[in-house]
């Protein structure tokens, strides 16, 4: 089974900054199986990036995803008052998903 | 537009069974695979169970193999999920999702709530 790993736990920033996310696989996954998602309290999960750098519709160009193998990043460039959230990484591998355990972006 | 909405969650007793329903909309049905995610309260994403689209492939989360079953009817546009033998730790609320390439989940319903308790 293939854990993910995120860090940090918790990003304290404030609008305007840099976030950058981080998941890590305990091993090597390929690219093309690793998403981002955004989750609001009291909202399901919105994909924001596929195949670990595609901006899924709609999303703003200010969301980027980055890496390989094991370690993956998700950059947002300039927060946005609506950007603080929580963030997932997800993997697809030997016939199985997995997430995960989430980054929380709170304003600062 | 695409829609997933879920039904079918509510609060039962240990050991009890329960069936999930998942009414899909706005896509062509039968041209995607479909999966269950679930959320416990205050906790983080937890991949259940995924289906096939034509139901020749099935897959469980270790947590609930054995317990749940997962049902699709092409016809009906619907994805089900029959949950067996209950236990406090199903606590959740259930998402059904839309799999686009076999690797994540494009489209996600708002979720039905499942409470084990006594």
């Known amino acids: 089974e293939i854990v993910l790993t995120q860090s940090p736990g918790t990003l304290s920033l404030s609008p305007g900054e840099r976030a950058t996310l981080s998941c890590k696989a305990s091993?090597?996954?390929?690219?093309?199986?690793l998403a981002w998602y955004q989750q609001k309290p009291g909202q399901a999960p919105r994909l924001l990036i596929s195949g670990a750098s595609s901006r899924a519709t709609g999303i703003p160009d200010r969301f980027s995803g980055s890496g390989s193998g094991t370690d993956f990043t998700l950059t947002i460039s300039n927060l946005e008052p609506e950007d603080f959230a929580v963030y997932y990484c997800?993997?697809?591998?030997?016939?199985?998903?997995?997430f995960g355990p989430g980054t929380k972006v709170e304003i600062k | 537009e695409v829609h997933l909405v879920e039904s079918g969650g509510g609060l039962v007793q240990p050991g009890r069974s329960l069936r999930l329903s998942c009414a899909a909309s706005?896509?062509?049905?039968?041209?995607?695979?479909m999966d269950w995610v679930r959320q416990a309260p205050g906790k983080g994403l937890e991949w259940v169970s995924g289906i096939s689209w034509n139901s020749l492939s099935r897959e469980y989360a270790d947590s609930v193999k054995g317990r749940f079953t997962i049902s699709r009817d092409n016809a009906k546009n619907s994805l089900y999920l029959q949950m067996d033998s209950l236990r406090a730790d199903d606590t959740a609320l259930y998402y059904c999702?839309?799999?686009?390439?076999?690797?994540?989940?494009?489209?996600w319903g708002q979720g039905t709530l499942v409470a084990v308790s006594s």
């Open positions: 706005g896509f062509t049905f039968d041209d995607y695979a």
């Open positions: 997800q993997q697809y591998g030997r016939a199985r998903f997995s």
């Open positions: 999702t839309r799999v686009f390439g076999g690797s994540h989940f494009d489209y």
């Open positions: 091993q090597s996954i390929s690219s093309f199986y």
